[in-house]
Each structure stands twice: as structure tokens, then as C-alpha cells.
């Protein structure tokens, strides 16, 4: 029987170490990396994937795209759909720096925890994220689109890049976003308002909404953080938080349980690559769904 093998694509210096350990545990047996891989790599590197193999066990042949740009792995993917030929087809999966299963398991978490607890749909939110310039951040605002919340995306530098990530999603999703300015602590509590969830997908060990922020926001029903590293996005939100209440009746939504469904998703996606017998291609939307059954 065909090897299952993993090239693993990303436009970094180095491949990350969890992404290739989640690989060979779910089931590749041999997982390459490749570094610093631009956009015109891709046909020639999926053509050699491709085309080495006989038809019958291309399937066993998968291509991960890595890196740290959310739109730069969505452009990668489109190249790899548009380089493959029947019927040496090859299956591809997209989670750069570990964002789009990341995001997926926050949205599917907090879906659960309002739906549960508070008897609120999620397409009934509005929903503000920090941290939205980054892969998490956008990751987790246009699933929430799609599943049609009001998303809000907060800039901490000004409105400029928040409106470029918006118009990004508008132009490959449909979906309309909102960007606002957070730049100063007014602007922030102004950015609260009305506010239903709040995503914190900031930096690593970098605070973002204190308690003097959370008593401002009067509607705020829940807040979640996928930030592990001290000290918390939210402050007081602790890192198991599944639910329960932290701030008055404001429920939390900590890192590691997020965290729990996050690997348990991007498991259970290399599985399914590992073991389809027909070429699959996955990127957040397929670990949202999957993510939605963990839960």
C-alpha cells in the first residue's frame, strides 16, 4: 500500500513543530517541510506532488499550507485547486499558524456556551474582535460573518488596516464587516457598545480589555481569549473558563478550552486527509463544521 505523505508548504523561515508532530500523529508517515515558499511556488511544487504518483495513489499524497497570512495561505490554496489534474488529483489543508482551526473552535465554543446558557443564536450577536488584523482575528470574523453575526473588527492603530481586512473579506466572502477604530482607551470603551461577544485574538501576553474596560460594557454577554500567556487578554478570565460566569454575569471563555477543541479539530482534519479515499481540501470553514461537532 501506498506511504501517505505530507508536504507541508510554509512562506516562513521555519515549519512549525506542533503542525508536524499533529501530522505523523494523525497518521502521515513521512511529513516534509518546506520554508520560505512564495505564491509562485506552488504550481511547480504540486505538479511534482502530483504527477510522481499513479493516479490510484495520488490520493495518498496531501499539501498543507502553513505560514502566518491568512490571505496569503486562502491564495495558496486557490493555486493548488487550479493546479490539479484528473485524475492525479492530491487533497490540501490550510491552517496557517494554526489560526483557522484556532478560530473554529472559539466560535464553535462560544456558539455553544450562548446557545446553552443564554438561549442566544449566534447569528443574533454583535460581535467585536481584537486582535482582528491578525490570522485568528480574521479567521474568526469571517466565520462569525457567515454565519451571520454582526462583526465588528477593532483597530488598535487606527481604522486603516481593520478596513483593509475588511474589504479583503467583502472581496473574497461577501460578507460586510464593520472596522472601527480603538486606537485610544476612549475609542475602545466607545467601541463596546452595544457589543454582545468579544473576541480577544491579540498577541501572546498582551492584556486588552481590563475590568475598568468590562464594567463599561453594559450588553457584553461573553468574552473569550485564546491568549495562554501571562497576563490574560481579559483580565480576571481564567484559562479552563468554559462558560461560567468571571465579571458579574459576563460568561468567559479561556484559551485552554478553547484550545482543547482547537487541537482535537486540526487532529481529527489531518485523520480524515490521512484516511479519505477520494482528494479533499480543507481550510476554516471544514474545521468550523467539524469543530461545531466536537463540541
Avoid at 459576563?250 to 482535537?264: E, Q, W
Amino acid at each position: 500500500m501506498a506511504k501517505n505523505i505530507l508536504h507541508m508548504l510554509s512562506s516562513l523561515k521555519h515549519m512549525s513543530p506542533f503542525d508536524v508532530n499533529m501530522a505523523i500523529d494523525a497518521g502521515f508517515d513521512a511529513v516534509i517541510p518546506y520554508s520560505g515558499v512564495t505564491l509562485e511556488d506552488i504550481v511547480p511544487l504540486v505538479q511534482d506532488a502530483m504527477f510522481s504518483r499513479s493516479p490510484r495513489d495520488a490520493v495518498r499524497t496531501g499539501i498543507f499550507i502553513a505560514g502566518k497570512d491568512a490571505g496569503l495561505a486562502l491564495d495558496m490554496m486557490e493555486k493548488v485547486q487550479a493546479t490539479l489534474l484528473k485524475p492525479f488529483e492530491i487533497s490540501a489543508f490550510a491552517d496557517p499558524a494554526g489560526s483557522f482551526t484556532t478560530a473554529a473552535a472559539m466560535v464553535a465554543c462560544a456558539e455553544k456556551i450562548l446557545k446553552e446558557k443564554k438561549a442566544i443564536e449566534l447569528s443574533k450577536t454583535k460581535i467585536v474582535i481584537f486582535g482582528a488584523t491578525g490570522v485568528v482575528g480574521y479567521a474568526s470574523g469571517v466565520i462569525s460573518a457567515l454565519e451571520g453575526a454582526e462583526v465588528y473588527l477593532a483597530g488598535y492603530d487606527g481604522i486603516a488596516r481593520v478596513q483593509a481586512k475588511a474589504d479583503d473579506m467583502k472581496k473574497r466572502f461577501g460578507v460586510h464587516v464593520h472596522p472601527v477604530d480603538a486606537s485610544t482607551e476612549e475609542k475602545k470603551i466607545a467601541g463596546l457598545v452595544g457589543m454582545d461577544v468579544v473576541f480577544c485574538a491579540a498577541a501572546a501576553g498582551k492584556q486588552i480589555l481590563s475590568k475598568q474596560f468590562l464594567a463599561t460594557a453594559k450588553s457584553l454577554v461573553l468574552a473569550a481569549d485564546v491568549n495562554a500567556v501571562p497576563p490574560a487578554g481579559v483580565e480576571g478570565l481564567e484559562l479552563k473558563a468554559d462558560g461560567v460566569a468571571f465579571f458579574g454575569p459576563v460568561l468567559g471563555l479561556g484559551p485552554l478550552a478553547i484550545g482543547d477543541v482547537k487541537y482535537k479539530t486540526e487532529s481529527g482534519l489531518f485523520q480524515r486527509m490521512a484516511s479519505s479515499a477520494r482528494a479533499v481540501s480543507f481550510d476554516f470553514r471544514d474545521a468550523f463544521n467539524l469543530a461545531r461537532e466536537i463540541v
